[in-house]
Structures are given as C-alpha cells and as structure tokens.
C-alpha cells in the first residue's frame, strides 16, 4: 500500500473486497503449543499465496481461540509472561511489570507489553459506573462507589479495572447502509460520547445481578462473551494512550486482513497506585470478528511497523 497513517490504511481494507487472506504477522505456526493441527489445517498451511494474475489459492483457516485462552498474532511474538501461584496468591510478571492482583476465574491472562494477542472472554459479572465527563476525571469519580460496593458485597478486589469507550469508532468509508456496519477508528481528535468503569466479580456467585440498592449509580451485569485483539503496553495510561494503542492495532487489522472491527474499544488497568507509573501494566483491546467475505483479491502480505510495539523493560537485577 501507499504512504499512508493505520487508519486511512484500515479505512482502505475495511472498503476493499477481499476474500482469500493469508498469514502475515501471525502463522499456523504459532497456534498454541498444546493444540495439534487437523490435516485439512496441515494442506492449507502448506499452500503459498500467488502473485497477482495466477489462480486463487485456498484460504488459510482462521486460529482458534478457547474460552479464556489467548494466542499470540504479532508485535512481539517472542515475549511471556510468568505466572506463579493460583487463586487469590495469583501473580503475572514480565520485565518490571507485575500484576499481583488476581483475575477473575476464566480470564485470559495478560497480554505482555509490545504483544498482540487474539483473546476469548467467557461472559463475566462485573459493577458498572458510567459517565459522560473526561475520562481521566471520571475514573477518580468512580472508583470509590465501586469500591464501596464490592465492600459491601464483601467481595475482593481483582484486576483489570475494565474501561470501555464509546464514541471512538464510525463506520468505515464508501460502504452501504447497513444494520451493522463495519467500523474504524474515529479521528486522534474524538473523544468519547461516554465510558463505563468495572470492577469484576472474581465468580459470579459472589452477587446478584441488577441496581445496587445501596447507590444507584451502579449497575451489576453480566458481560457477552466475546473475543478481541489485544496490544499490552507498559507505561502512561489515559485516554492518549488508548488512542495511541489503537492506531497501531489499525495497523495489525490492516496487515492481517482477516478479522475487521465488531465493536468499540475498551482498555485494561491492571496496577493500582502502589505501582511506579513507568511500571504499570494496561492493554488497548478491540472486538474483532472475521471479516466478511467479498470477491477474491490477491493476497498482499504487510506487517506492523517494528518500532510501533514497545516490548517491556529488563527487570532490574
């Protein structure tokens, strides 16, 4: 493709028709350790895309992603995370970042800063606040009414505190009407037309779902499943950042061409202020779905520019 910014080239994929994608920041050969390849998987991954002109090749099958797993699909490919323990002494570690604060019970684990990983999520219960100011404003308002509500349900902390933004994507150029329309990100200079704020429930026994009756501020629901990509990052949080992170996943959707955009973003906090600021450890994360099938086109491979991930810092010694 031309010169051009992550989102004018995920503007131009999202437009253009393409039907027979193929590996290129993620191969068949990074599918998880623990799952075999089928047969028909094996013939696929031995096919070679074919120049412009020559007869379409069979499309390479999409990776599969269980409940609760994550597979990585470009940054970093090399970089892990380290988990010792289980349940409540449940840690994560990578670098200087650290995540001693367990997670929910079938949460995808952690995407290391400078990865990209494909994720599933299990429908999960968590407390909701919702809000229209600034967001960095707003996490400051909202932190406390959660924070009294899980005391008051005697509920644990857990992380990641979830902040999902709307008002962040509009739908792609030159498409048709449509009930559900394929998106991008919305100009650097957007701001959200609101967010929601969550505390996750560890189980989701440990309450009931519904208004809390105690504040009505918050509301405790039962999130869809879903699966997203994801970019770690490691550093300054907030609203620039999430838009930061965002024009490089544009780029990985650009280059990959076999998933578009199902939703908005949402961003992962997983350190309190106990942690440095340069030590804490987030991820941006969009819904994805497999992009929707159109005439065939060939297959141009391009990848995410290296220095757009960051991988984390050495631990110090």
Known sequence: MPNLS????????????????????????????????????????????????????????????AFGQALRVGGDLAVTAKREGNGDSETWAVGTALINTPLPVGYAPPTPPGAIDLKRYPSLRRAEYTGTITPGLGMNFGFFPLFNHIKRRDIAMTSPVEMDYRGLMEPAADQPP??????????????????TMSFLYRKQEQGPAGADSK???????????????????????????????????????????????????RALYYNGPDRRDRDKWGEVQLPVRPRRAAKPEAFRPETVRPEAVKPAPAATP
């Open 215 to 265: 504040d009505a501020r918050i509301s405790v629901v039962d999130t869809p499943e879903r699966l997203v990509v994801a970019l770690g990052f490691q550093g300054g949080q907030g609203l620039g950042r999430v838009k930061k992170e965002l024009d490089v996943l544009a780029e990985w959707l650009a280059a990959d061409a076999r998933w578009e955009p199902a939703g908005e973003p």
């Open 6 to 65: 992550p989102l004018a080239r995920l503007a131009r994929v999202l437009a253009a028709p393409a039907a027979v994608f193929g590996l290129s920041s993620c191969t068949l050969s990074n599918l998880s350790p623990a799952r075999v390849m089928t047969d028909q998987e094996k013939r696929a991954a031995a096919v070679t895309p074919t120049a412009p002109g020559s007869t379409p090749v069979a499309p390479i099958p999409l990776p599969e992603v």
């Open 178 to 195: 449509a009930a559900d329309p394929q998106l991008k990100p919305a100009s650097t200079d957007k701001v959200p037309s609101d967010w």
